[in-house]
């Protein structure tokens, strides 16, 4: 099930009203919301929901084991089988048929007649998000920043339905606290929650998926049929497109958390405005960025260990960062061509070279959206095509002023101070009830509106 | 100074309000929801597959309905927000909802005429007829034509002359009419003269579809593969525009998992049954046994040599590899029926 759909229209009002109905007994309450939760992910696979059992449970129980005992060494064992075994299952379900094809393709070109079986395994949705804050909790039970919460608290940490699918990634430590009593119902975030699921509901349906239709999905198909005018734009569209769609998917996940009253993480703050890649990464999905931080690079050593082990830390943590987004060649070179950016940039800011600020958002700007192609693209070739094509002149067919004007008005908007959106936020904040409810039908009209007969592709992260 | 924990997360600023206010916002949109969009709810859950989730829609879609057809407020909503569609809703004629849908058949009810292109010129050792040109493609259908149609629009492309008109509806059916008409959308492609239409279509299709006497027909018996091939023959009597283009219509290879093994299975017997009367211009390519001999699934087969994956991680469509097998046959017929195709 996903946010813009009649099934969730159906879904999460019954749901809304259930949980604060049930909310001041929370013995009843989370029962109801773990089973909505399971409803929730059972409309892609009910199949996945064993999964996401299994890992709740695994991980439930290393995090008690790790807890009862104070031998260290016992306790870092567990806790690297549980990491291990999280990353086994994220291994099956989503690597296994890039692993078996490239070992395969190795194994032939040496002439070894051992070829590892190749299959294509069904993969559960949201299964990158699910591992990862699976990691969280048992890491951080280890480190002592938490106690191993109680089972049912656990698999609601796992499953509770806004963040479930295409996160963010909520740590455990943000999450388990606002378990810990019930939600107070005086205090609901009606309007911004409203309002952000009306913002996502845009970005993803009006702008994301009529950019990918008219103009990024046509030329990243056929780049050859193509010159430099639309393939430039299909390439900043793109960015734009990928923007839209994620961040829109988070600002809905977020709304609908503040309705039920839990509070997410943001996890996009104008990332286009960035100036410095480091910025970039604290500016684009920014739970990922900090999990890999926090859970990749510094226990590789960080920044500790001087300059070269930082840059390998660096290359290892962007290279596998991009992995996690695909198991394809496309996301691995665009995650170390990041990593590549990041240590260039640490390089040159040691050698005292500091660039005027507009040339510095100029080059971190397209080399995230020259990077981007390579993400894109369904092959290497298709990208090194359509990098190609970026030099062929020719006439502009795709240029039109409603795609131009959005994807300029994405970019600009997000290098200055973002004062129209928050007040009028504010604004919305302020309506009664019944306005704030005619104002979510009026927006989801408008965006429905916007549909084509070719239907609403789905998020591109749902894919990760 | 002590550092505030990051990890507290703060709530947004701003007015706070009650649960109740929370419920009475949500409950506002969706009266007024259903009050507009009744009718399409209706036909949401009148044509979604069976299961729960369609008891839920059809129970909320049917008194919606009810209300929507009784009030002015859809007409009035569509024509406010007309200027927002994208330009490509179907209102045109041939659609299945609601209308007698017999299978046509050529030459109003006559046999079918026998054309000189039934016959291959080599094999009867008749010189060689002159092939026409191919200058537009359409490839189209619904997710199962994705990545086939950019594989052949690439193919195509350094041909030079043939431009490829690429047409994905994601998550529609010839079953179904609630996302797209397939009825409809023949007629408009028919419109935009194709020399040759390439079909991918079926992966969703098990839709209830309604006789012209109002009774339902669910998947997959043989009264819902009459009515499905007879839909079919007229999407490919539409698309053939009395001979002028030619019509590739994949059939489905088989799926992981009985259930739609059993779908895919009445799909391709229709589609090879719509097919008869129009063989010489609507070639049915065999995608089943290419990728699936025997009606067994198989993640992988053998390509150039090499064990090569070829569908993908949901078991129904092909991937990228599966796109270029498919394409290479494709075009490997084209070939035969047009001129100057390179590949």
Redesign the interface.
Known sequence: MVFPT??F??F??IV??LS?AL?SRQQVWKPFMLAASYVFYS?ANPLFCLMLAGITLGNQAASKLIHGSEDERFRRRIVIAAVALNLATLGVFKYY?FF??EV?GVL?SAGLGL?VP??????PIGISFIVFQAITYTVDVKRRVIEPASTIDAALYLSFFPHLVAGPIV?A??FM??LAAARD??????????FLIMVGLVKKV?VAD?LA?EIVD?VF??P??YSAPDVVLAAYGYAVQVFCDFSGYTDMAIGTA??L?F???QNFRSPFGSTSFRELWQRWHITLSRFLRDFLYIPLGGNRGGRRKTARNVMITMTLGGLWHGASWGPVLWGAIHGAALVGEQFFRERGWRPPMWLRWFIVFHVFVLALVIFRA??IG?AMTFLGRMLEPGPATLWTFPIVAVIVGMIAYQCVPQRPLDEL??RI??LH??A???S??AV???V??????????PFIYFQF | MTQKDP??????T?????????????????V??VL??GPS?RN?GKEMSSGV?RT??RA?GEPAGWVGDRLPLSDA?DSM??W???G???TGPGGFQNAAVAAPEPGDGAPAPITPDYFDSAAIGAKSVQLPKLRKLLVTGDSMSQ?L??EL??RL??TGGVR?V???????AISSTD??DWGR?SVSHASQTPDAVVMFIGANDAFPMTKPDGKTLNCCGPDWAALYAARVRRMMDTYRRDGAARVYWLTLPYP?GAVRQKIVRTVNAAIAVAAQPLRSQVRVLDMASVFTPGQRFR??MTVNG????V?????IHL??AGARVAAELVTARLRADFKSIGG
């Open positions: 009649v099934e229209a159906i999460f009002p809304l009203a604060w909310m409309a048929g078996a094809t395969n032939d070829p190749l299959a294509a395994i069904a993969l740590r430590r943000e606290p606002q119902p005086r205090n609901v975030a009606l309007g911004a929650g409203i009006a009529s239709r046509p198909a056929v050859q049929a503040l309705l009253g509070v997410f993480p369904s092959t298709i936020r504010v904040e302020q009830p019944v704030l409810g005619a979510m039908a989801i009209l408008l429905a509106a916007t549909v084509s007969s070719q239907g609403v592709p | 990890y507290i997360l703060d709530r947004p701003g007015r706070r309000l009650r649960a109740r206010d929370a419920l009475l916002c949500v409950g506002v949109a969706v007024l929801l507009i969009e709810i949401t989730e839920v829609v909320v909503a927000t007309g927002l569609s994208p490509d809703k179907l990545p149609d950019a629009a690439r492309a350094d490829t690429r047409d994905a509806h994601l998550g529609t996302l797209v959308l992981r993640t992988a090499k064990a090569t994956i569908r993908d991680p949901d078991g991937n990228p």
